[in-house]
């Protein structure tokens, strides 16, 4: 395949995964509203895109899929059907089994060798379209609709499949239809164009003739309406065995272009790679930036007569406005819509809440909100685990929500928002909520704590311990829930990106859970801090506030350090001790006076801890820079940056130092 050809299977393979991802937002929008249009229209023109573009490129596996879906949706648009749940179901699992094709293509090149059998999916849906009672299918009979036991599908039968679509008939014989019949009865070539390429086809077949013989049903890709082909009805295609499989006929390449000249290009792929090392140099940018306007200040401020110190620094100034606009543009070339994460999850809870047998509405807002690629990436397993959680434990039965004096139908919201630097998602249901009591009861019980800490565990705190690798409420484990390895997949990848997880729940009302998420991982805000005239950087946006207080404040519990904060416990951690830079490294331990020092209060995950500084010099924006393999004895270092003034700032890791810090 040429690098031309290639291009446009690769164009077809990234529309086709949109459509089908929007699909399935569209077919569970249009459950709830199914007597609307426009959502009907849209999925309609959406299968058709996708089996017309199918189509120039020869993938008849996915034509024909296509095709018997379409011929649904075009009764449905004519009020000829009603749709129903089970045929929402089939529907969805037509749109998976396209996924699940096209993805073969991107991996192969092909349909694969053999192609994914769709023949009982193609059989249920013209069994649907003709009016016939279908039944939910079992998942046994739904993995057999996608995976055929001979592995091939016979042409014959292939064509009998569109005749039937056809008229709508499934008795006698049908007149069959090949592929340049659909392309020529949906416009999508000229008559002219179709019978040049037969002209073509018949050269070459008279070119191959002398050195091969072969049937010319299994030789032409598109045969003349003309010609004959074996007829096959819908009773010989049922019965008749799948047989070994062949390649599939494959429209020249002839029909690729469709004037692709003529369609005016609005974007561009770029490398990922490329975005990256982009994204560094203007991280090295920022760097310079901050060191010139460093410099600079110096400057104005030593020679503040002279005029060109005043022209430097106007200089500087436009450089630095010239800088932050570049930096936030290539941070938005990374930068992709929550949709692509949110847009799975109305599928999700319609098929958990059908297994469940109960009536869920998901709620989604601020779906155009912009993250960084890595961290969309990394929120996605997240996000599942806290929906599946709360269809499962949050949201009761039907009966027990009418007990409770609430709607039947429970509600899950999913929002997604920005607060300055951070995008904030959040996961709220109605539904019974998280019992503090039950928590720390379930925890004694699985040897989390003891319950000397339990009678003392605040009611926040006991919430948190959710995320304990291994806790469930659940006695039993089921294939939704159940097995204690999901809020702890959550608050592993939460901690990964830096990000700070709250709950806030009522017995009877519901919960929420809130996730508070960097926008970018690559070039962050940080608040300089020092110690002993030794400065360290801790990044922002696991900084929840600054205080001041009083050594006399602090408390002692089993010689670890403590402080009050809002009727709460916090525990603190002495930035100096860590570092081995006070001379006594039990400083702060023996006395107290009435000295004042700074407590910087970071968070991650579900955990807050107070890092006690000698000073706070300000906020500043950095890169980060690894430290290679450079061992510096500690894990509490994240890596490394310059700053303005041209120092050497090691960056604190907020993990390993709460991870320091043993609640006893």
């Not at 046994?140 to 709508?168: F, M, N, V």
């Not at 203007?282 to 010139?292: D, I, K, P, Y």
């Not at 961290?375 to 027990?400: A, C, F, M, T, Y």
């Not at 205080?547 to 904060?565: A, F, G, M, P």
């Amino acid at each position: 395949m040429d690098d031309s050809m290639q291009e446009i299977v690769d164009d077809f393979i990234q529309e086709a995964l949109e459509l089908l991802e929007s699909l399935n937002e569209n077919f569970i929008e249009l459950e709830k509203q199914p007597d609307n249009k426009d959502i009907l229209n849209t999925i309609f023109r959406a299968a058709h895109t996708i089996k017309g573009s199918a189509g120039f490129l020869g993938f008849q596996n996915i034509i024909e899929l296509a095709h018997s879906a379409e011929n649904i949706l075009n009764k449905l648009r004519q009020g000829e059907m009603v749709l129903t749940a089970e045929m929402t179901d089939y529907l969805l699992k037509t749109m998976d089994t396209l996924k699940a094709m096209i993805i073969t293509i991107s991996e192969t090149g092909t349909e694969g060798n053999p192609p994914i059998d769709n023949t009982k999916l193609i059989k249920k849906l013209n069994e649907m379209s003709e009016g016939s009672d279908i039944e939910t299918p079992s998942p046994k009979e739904e993995s057999s609709l996608s995976e055929g036991e001979g592995g091939g599908i016979d042409p014959a039968c292939s064509e009998g499949q569109h005749a039937r679509l056809a008229d709508g008939s499934d008795s006698g014989k049908k007149k069959t239809k090949n592929l340049g019949d659909i392309l020529l009865e949906d416009n999508l070539i000229s008559k002219e164009e179709l019978e040049q390429i037969y002209r073509e086809k018949e050269e070459e077949e008279r070119g191959r003739k002398g050195s091969e013989e072969k049937p010319k049903a299994e030789s032409v890709d598109i045969e003349p309406p003309p010609v004959t082909k074996a007829e096959a009805t819908v009773e010989e295609c049922r019965n008749k065995p799948s047989p070994v499989s062949k390649p599939l006929p494959v429209v020249p390449q002839k029909l690729a272009p469709v004037h692709m000249s003529e369609i005016k290009e609005t974007t561009v792929r770029v490398g990922i790679e490329r975005l990256d090392n982009v994204m560094n140099l203007v991280g090295e940018l920022v760097l310079a930036r901050n060191r010139l306007f460093n410099i600079s200040s110096k400057l104005e401020s030593k020679y503040a007569d002279d005029d060109l110190s005043s022209v430097l620094a106007q200089v500087v100034a436009n450089l630095s406005l010239v800088t932050t606009d570049l930096q936030l543009a290539v941070m938005k070339t990374r930068m992709q819509p929550v949709k692509k994460v949110f847009s799975k999850f109305p599928r999700m809870v319609r098929d958990l809440s059908r297994e469940l047998d109960k009536d869920i509405d998901l709620q989604i807002f601020g779906e155009e909100t912009e993250l960084d690629k890595s961290v969309i990436e990394e929120i996605g397993d997240p996000l599942v685990h806290l929906i599946r959680n709360s269809v499962d434990h949050g949201i009761e039965d039907k009966e027990g929500r009418i007990k409770n004096g609430k709607p039947e139908r429970g509600t899950i919201k999913l929002v997604a928002e920005h607060e300055g630097n951070y995008i904030i998602i959040s996961v709220t249901d109605d539904g019974g909520g998280i019992d503090a009591n039950i928590i720390k009861r379930k925890a004694v019980e699985k040897g989390v704590i003891d319950e000397k800490t339990a009678i003392s565990l605040s009611d926040k705190d006991a919430l948190n311990l959710i995320f304990t690798p291994g806790f469930s409420t659940k006695d039993e484990a089921t294939e939704i829930s159940g097995r204690g390895v999901g809020m702890d997949v959550v608050k592993t990848n939460i901690q990964k990106l830096n990000g700070i997880i709250e709950i806030e729940s009522k017995p009877g009302r519901g919960s929420d859970i809130i996730l508070k998420l960097p926008l970018t991982v690559a070039i962050i805000q940080t608040l300089i801090v020092g110690v002993e005239g030794q400065v360290f950087a801790i990044p922002l946006n696991s900084i929840v506030e600054t205080l001041r207080i009083k050594e006399s404040t602090i408390q002692t519990i089993d010689k670890h350090e403590v402080i009050n904060l809002r009727e709460s416990v916090l525990s603190l951690l002495r930035l100096g001790n860590e570092f081995e830079i006070y001379e006594n490294a039990d400083k702060g331990f023996s006395s107290y006076t009435d000295k004042e020092i700074y407590v910087v209060v970071v968070a991650l995950a579900e955990k807050k801890v107070g890092i006690a500084v000698d000073n706070l010099y300000g906020q500043e924006e950095v890169v980060i820079k690894s430290l290679g393999d450079y061992e510096l004895g500690y894990k509490g270092i994240s890596g490394a940056t310059i700053t303005g003034d041209g120092k050497v700032v090691l960056i604190i890791d907020v993990a390993s130092m709460i991870e320091a810090v043993k609640i006893k």
